[in-house]
């Protein structure tokens, strides 16, 4: 055998893949689904916090930027430990599969609080005056005219965050998640071959490839303009 | 409640855990200093390319950096730690994370830099140039001083990001804080030394994060 068929014998067995397909097709459905998950509870909760935020009660608000700034200085693979091997010691074990989505959504929440806040901060005084002169309550001018114009100005960088955040869900791994990471990588040794792992690679370039390019095209579309 | 120190914020195991997590947290600073200053130069490389105008440079480079974009780091940790060994080549965990964070972080700090160059009008080099300045003068002395002050913010939340990800050391038993954390907490059955190991790394991050929100607000608001 030469030394390149040995290679692609290794990490391209037909065989070999033939055989996992169907795993690494359902970690990719996992993935899918706990991606969406956090993407949806992260931006949500984050976007609520901002909004609560706006209230501007004090105590409130400390608290928030406390939590904030807890999970921007956590790396989210820290939190999924803390949650998954040390939640159990307090009578309350979750599933790998809450233990990463919680994680990663609130890792999410905390940084999607931030990017919203900011957007809201960045509409000038002069228009929550306005708005309120006229006669449109609290709510109606933050619904209606401050978030329209803020939520437009954080698209780009929330955009990059949440692709960041979401390809995390690779670490649900470390606590025995079969999302495609896991299944590739049971599936190596199961095997003894990498192939598996060469799949789950390009498992993730076919789900997150496409993002990635449609962030670009979002960032230009959104741009903040200097 | 007694419960709930005990297995969180156990006094004793606290004490027997910390020489343990303090060895960690020395080589999570040493990896976060070899790895920091990697993906920088890694990022500096990838951006002065991206100045060529041939597009022969340009598209291979724009898919080099989507590609580590799209790709999870720990992917890529996994791949190189499990997957080379295969073809023969072994690396160390330690090296492993090494060319990891080269490549992802890399792409990270390229397209950061990438971007404050581009911000610096083009008239700056020409004047540089016509100054008598050469190429490589007028990118060291007048561009590259202004474009990294001005995605300063985000540099820095990168290199916060790239602190946080050196806990993936953890899976290739790279001994960093929370590697050790876990060591330790596996022998005790407890889990106060990964709440010391959470707590270590809020301390040290927690002034980073708090600058980091102060300078996106006020960059935010600028450009409304």
């Not at chain 1, 960041?164 to 999302?179: D, P, Q, S, Y």
């Not at chain 1, 370039?205 to 741009?223: C, H, M, Y």
Request: proline share 6%; glycine share 6%; aromatic share 10%.
């Amino acid at each position: 055998m030469s030394g390149w068929e040995r290679f692609t014998d290794a990490f391209f067995n037909a065989k070999v893949m033939e055989k996992y397909l169907p795993d690494i097709l359902a970690g990719m459905v996992l993935t899918i689904e706990l991606a969406i998950a956090v993407v949806i509870s992260g931006l949500l909760a984050g976007l609520l916090l901002a909004l609560v935020r706006s209230l501007g009660i004090r105590p409130l608000n400390w608290l928030i930027i406390f939590v904030v700034d807890l999970f921007r200085s956590l790396p989210p693979l820290v939190v999924i430990v803390l949650i998954y091997f040390g939640l159990p010691s307090a009578g309350f074990s979750p599933s790998a599969f809450v233990s990463t989505w919680l994680s990663l959504a609130l890792v999410l929440m905390a940084f999607a609080e931030e990017i919203f806040w900011a957007g809201i901060v960045s509409t000038p005084k002069g228009q929550w005056e306005a708005a309120r002169s006229t006669g449109l309550s609290f709510v109606q001018t933050l619904l209606h005219v401050i978030l329209p114009q803020a939520l437009r100005l954080t698209i780009a960088p929330l955009t990059n965050r949440t692709i960041a955040i979401t390809k995390g869900t690779a670490l649900g791994t470390v606590v025995a998640l079969h999302e495609i990471l896991g299944m590739a990588s049971s599936a190596m040794s199961n095997s003894y071959n990498p192939s598996p792992l060469m799949m789950g690679a390009a498992a993730y370039l076919v789900l997150f490839l496409p993002v990635v390019v449609a962030a670009r095209w979002v960032e230009t579309r959104f741009s903040w303009k200097r | 409640m007694e419960e709930i120190v005990q297995s969180f914020f156990n006094r004793e195991i606290a004490e027997a855990a910390l020489p343990i997590v303090l060895a960690g947290l020395l080589n999570t600073i040493l990896l976060s200093l070899l790895v920091v200053p990697l993906g920088l130069l890694g990022g500096l490389l990838l951006a002065l390319f991206a100045q060529s105008r041939n597009p022969v440079v340009r598209w291979p480079l724009m898919a080099w950096v989507d590609f580590f974009r799209a790709f999870p780091p720990l992917v890529l940790l996994v791949l190189l730690f499990a997957g080379l060994p295969f073809a023969g080549v072994e690396l160390g965990g330690f090296t492993c994370v090494a060319i990891a964070f080269f490549l992802n972080t890399g792409a990270y700090y390229g397209e950061i830099l990438r971007a404050g160059i581009e911000s610096i009008p083009r008239g700056q080099v020409e004047a540089a140039r016509s100054t008598g300045l050469s190429g490589v003068q007028s990118m060291t002395y007048i561009v590259l001083p202004q474009a990294v002050r001005n995605v300063l913010p985000d540099l820095l939340s990168n290199t916060l990001e790239v602190v946080k990800l050196t806990s993936l050391g953890s899976v290739v038993a790279v001994p960093e804080l929370l590697y050790q954390a876990r060591q330790a907490q596996s022998v005790t059955y407890n889990a106060t030394p990964i709440v010391m190991a959470a707590v270590i790394y809020f301390l040290i991050l927690w002034p980073v994060v708090r600058l980091l929100s102060r300078l996106e607000n006020r960059a935010l608001a600028g450009r409304a």
